[in-house]
């Protein structure tokens, strides 16, 4: 089982920037974030595996960047001009051994943070 505690959510005008991070408890080889907006079904964002090879969704490719410090089991997900439709709240996942940007492939979850990009 690991534990993984999500940091960095918070409240953004349209085209705005913000960082989020991820502690976990121990070393996964895949990590993800994930994000789910209200009425809506869990969506996967991005996915990196310990060897920093990543994966987009197609809405978020070039505006988002995932990124891991695997020193200190550490996630990042830098977001760049963020839209309304990016809203919701996201979600870390860890313990996939296919890193695919699907949900149930991935047993461990963080309680998520809270992202809200007012137009």
């Known amino acids: 089982q690991v534990q993984l505690v999500e940091s960095g959510g918070g409240s953004v005008q349209a085209g705005g920037s913000l960082k989020l991070s991820c502690g976990a408890s121990?070393?996964?080889?895949?990590m993800a974030w994930f994000r789910q907006a209200p009425g809506k079904e869990r969506e996967g964002v991005a996915t990196?595996?310990?060897?920093?090879?990543?994966a987009y969704a197609d809405s978020v490719k070039v505006r988002f960047t995932i990124s891991r410090e695997n020193a200190k089991n550490t996630l990042y997900l830098q977001m760049n001009s963020l839209k309304p439709e990016d809203t919701g709240m996201y979600y870390c996942?860890?313990?996939?051994?296919?890193?695919?940007?699907?949900?149930?492939?991935?047993?461990?979850w963080g309680q998520g943070t809270q992202v809200t990009v007012s137009s």
């Open positions: 996942a860890a313990g996939s051994w296919t890193c695919a940007l699907t949900s149930n492939t991935y047993p461990n």
């Open positions: 121990t070393y996964t080889y895949c």
């Open positions: 990196i595996n310990s060897s920093g090879r990543t």
